[in-house]
């Protein structure tokens, strides 16, 4: 695996629904298949503030507290991953947010039925990918 100054990163998070679900493995695979570097990885088990600050553009949205519920039922897997491209890359991986929707292939397209138990997120640009990384890992700024 090569790296270059034009290598990006994100913010990768495996749910609760897939640490539950026993598929971090899985998922974990796909990215390194795909030739994605792991800068960083760590079981967390979040709480309601921190959150909150993660999803700062939906707290004032109506599927919020089921979504802010389902985020601290227990641990999740955040990772920074890098790679040439890598948000859009990670982005099409992972499929719309709708697993019913989600083309096959996908992982989200794959493994949810849920719009909400969506097993992974991922940062959508580079100004979020920089703003959640610098939350999430701040070591790596
Ligand atoms: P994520 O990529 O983490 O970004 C916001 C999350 O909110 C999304 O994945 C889903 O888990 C959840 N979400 C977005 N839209 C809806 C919705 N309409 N109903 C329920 N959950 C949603």
Known sequence: ???SSSDERTLVLIKPD????????????????KGLRIDAMQTRTLDGDFADQHYAEHVDKPFYPPLKA?????????????????????RTMIGVTDGRKAAAGTIRGDLSLSNRENLVHASDSPDSSKREIALWFP???
Do not use: H, K, N, Y
């Open 18 to 33: 897939a640490v539950s679900r026993g598929l971090v493995g899985e998922i974990v695979s796909r990215f390194e298949r």
């Open 139 to 141: 070591e790596l700024g």
């Open 70 to 90: 389902f985020m601290t039922s227990g641990p999740l897997v955040a990772l920074v991953l890098s790679g040439d491209q890598v948000i859009d890359v990670v």
């Open 1 to 3: 695996m090569s790296t």
